[in-house]
């Protein structure tokens, strides 16, 4: 029987405290849950291959096969990458957590299993490692990731509550491991330009929308957003041009492409796939937004594919 004078979540912790305390396994159990969520595991193995896919088929040039797959240097990068990232997630997480409680409850009721100081220990745990592991690189990869790593707490700390910055310090965070590989293969070309100015487009657009769906917990915990900001019409109008950039971007991805392979029927159908956005803006509807939201991050996920497949029949 629950107690009258405890609060509901205070009745659910000392259930849920008590069980622990009855099955170890399960508290271990949970707490490891609580540290993947919070790492975005699911994001990270989606993370490794895209970074993987688009070295080996679209920055390697001259490298062999063989060369690529015992190039440390390579290997080492995403692997610091990817540390720093699930770094980034946890000190994301732990400036989030109150906005997690109303946005995701269910995850931030696993997170709560979690003391607050092992996230910081992990966060730290992971940063140190990925710079010891960069440093034995080189200097230069160092310093790389060093910048990275402060960009990311910078980002969660204070840039993601500002207006338009939050969007485009986000975007550029993603992109920023894969500028780190173009640099290190020193290969530019106006196609791999054009790809990653589609792709900005493309994830400023994902990340846009998925603001509409967190207004309620934006304006809680004080979080400037567009559609918050400057009201739902003027943030759909904004989107709407994105929609419409994407789509010329995407015509400008096929002028340099070689050859009509896959990759070029990927970016032709991304044409129709951004300009159907419009549909949905035209005849606004808030819950419209999760599926269109959902659409688009499937059609990055698309991307990747082909990408692979490409690469596998074509090169």
Request: charged share 15%; with cysteine; proline share 3%.
């Amino acid at each position: 029987m629950d107690r009258p004078d405890l609060p509901k979540a205070e009745q659910c912790n000392k259930s849920g405290a008590s069980l622990h305390k009855e099955f170890p396994f399960l508290q271990r159990f949970s707490k490891l849950v609580s540290l993947l969520l919070s790492m975005r595991i699911f994001v990270l193995l989606l993370f490794t291959a895209t970074l993987y896919i688009s070295t080996y088929f679209l920055f390697r040039q001259e490298e062999s096969l063989r060369q690529f797959v015992f190039d440390y240097k390579v290997h080492g990068i995403i692997l610091c990458s990817l540390l720093s990232i699930a770094a980034g997630g946890i000190i994301n997480t732990f400036y989030d957590l109150e906005k997690d409680r109303v946005q995701r409850p269910f995850r931030a009721r696993l997170q709560g299993f979690l003391k607050q100081k092992y996230f910081l220990y992990s966060y730290l745990s992971l940063n140190l490692l990925s710079l010891g592991i960069a440093f034995f690189l080189s200097p230069r990869i160092f310093l790389f990731f060093l910048v990275y790593q402060f960009l990311m707490w910078l980002y969660s700390h204070k840039l993601s509550k500002w207006m338009v910055v939050n969007n485009l310090s986000f975007v550029s965070l993603t992109l920023y491991p894969f500028f780190g590989m173009l640099v290190y293969y020193s290969h530019f070309s106006l196609l791999l330009f054009s790809m990653a100015i589609f792709l900005f487009i493309v994830l400023l657009v994902v990340d846009i929308t998925k603001d509409f769906l967190t207004l309620r917990p934006d304006a809680l915990f004080g979080y400037a957003t567009m559609p918050l900001n400057l009201g739902i019409r003027t943030a759909a109008f904004i989107l709407a041009f994105l929609l419409v950039l994407g789509a010329f971007s995407a015509v400008l991805v096929l002028t340099f492409l070689p050859v009509k392979d896959l990759l070029y029927y990927y970016f032709f159908t991304s044409i129709a796939v951004l300009l159907l956005g419009l549909l949905n803006l035209i005849r606004f509807r808030l819950k419209k937004m999760f599926w269109m939201l959902t659409f688009y991050r499937l059609w990055i996920f698309v991307g990747v594919l082909t990408m692979l497949i490409n690469g596998l029949f074509y090169h």
